[in-house]
């Protein structure tokens, strides 16, 4: 019967209350503004986790989730993280999904009129934050805020202080929050969230200072100092922040104009790659000036950004259209596989591994072992699953900035005269330097000589006379033993003997 009564009891409300609808109205509008309405009203953790992941995009890593939550990971008298995941899900507000190159992610469904979860962006925010957070390790220690060698900052491990996770977490030695006593001098500490690419409402700041008032009651803990970093805040947010004592502030803020629009465009850039990488290429080169005054941002990002380099030089040495970061499902595995950097020209696609190495690096052999067993076959047969690419030639191309160990290029060999499905094929770094001469674009060549090639760490040796044979078979893909760079491949003067 469709007017059947029925009760939600995947989440429970003070007093004994439950949430009940009619049959006929589960799953509409009104069944998800009516719940969210009420969570609202009558279960502030679950409306702070809610708040916490919409904030964010509307998607998390799964590991991430103990930080924006609001609630603790263990306290009596409060619901733990993990619970409150659990029940958040089984009424389907939540969703846990796989998000290739990333994980396990936790995402705002759609299905009660959220907006949809921002999967696309998810990595760009992510690369984002973490150079957000590495100029802040740097310069919390500049300012003697916290000592930048104990630090904890956000990565395979969350720093925890007393019963939460927070991005940033690290003893602090500042007068207001140390204490003296028995002759030695015991810190405090300092706590930092950080979230990039909106301007948060009062709401979206609730799970924050949900963490602050609840480590505020707990007996034994040490004195701590609260900051929240995210790129604005809205009258209503900032004064509940402030009203808590939390450190509300802006990158701008803290590192300058410069720095706040780098990171800014940095998102905008990772985001919309593929559409980045084929427009002006004076985008690509003004990121990686403004990047400049960030330390460490542009080592940090190396990769990322060989990405963009390599869709533009392709685009622009060959033609066709490119996707960066495209993302393809093989419905015959069920599985996905994500794509560095895609050309497709008339009926020929090609895929291109980037990996944007610091100088001096060697690709192994297990890396290409698992780039040719678990990657290729799976990017091959989603793409022959889709009819567009119906009869096209597939090619898969290994781009490095650094050079392959000899066992990797006897992988790449093997493969490369083996296969018949799909074609194989590979380039090191000095290969790359010999492609990039084809570009048009003396600005992207000065940042590949600059950033990937003419390090200082880098060492590239003249190329001797004669070898011009080696330098043409390496172009094809087939680095020759002891084959050297020319410095003036790239047309600028080799620094790395300055």
Known sequence: MPNNVRVLYGIPFPKRARFIYLD????????WDALERDINEANPAYAAALAGVRARGGIVPLSHFDVVSGSPVLQKG?????????????????????????????????????????????RARLMTEGVLIGAMQSWLGRMNMASPNVLQVRGETMPRFATFYFDICGPSYLRPIRRTGDGKVDPGFLVADVVLGRVLKEDEVRPFIRKIQTLSYLRGVRPFLPMLIADGFAPEALRACRAEGIVATRPDTLFGSDAGQALRDLLETLAHAAAVAASDPKKLEGLFARLGCIEGAAGNLRGALFELIVGHMVRSIEGGSIDIGEIVYDLES????????????????????????QPGSVVGRKEIEKWLTEKLPVIDRAHRQQTRFGGTVLRFEFLTTGTFEDEALVL?????????????????GTAVRDYAREMKASGVR?????????????KFPPVQQGDTDARRLRSRGQPSQGAQSDPRDLDLVDVSNS
Do not use: M
């Open 412 to 428: 790449l060999r093997d493969a490369q005269r083996d296969i018949r499905r799909y074609e194989v094929d590979w380039k090191d």
């Open 334 to 357: 069920n599985q996905s596989r994500e794509i560095d950097v895609r050309l497709v020209k008339e009926r020929k696609v090609t895929v291109y591994e980037c990996k944007g190495y």
């Open 446 to 458: 000065k940042i590949l000589n600059e950033h990937y090639f003419s390090h200082p760490i880098a």
């Open 78 to 122: 409060q619901i733990a993280s993990a619970k409150l995941l659990e029940r958040l899900i089984s009424v389907r507000l939540l969703t846990q999904t796989d998000v290739e190159g990333v994980g396990g992610c936790i995402a705002t469904d759609g299905a009660s009129g959220q907006r949809p979860a921002e999967r696309a962006s998810l």
């Open 24 to 31: 006929g109205q589960f799953g509409s509008a009104a069944y």
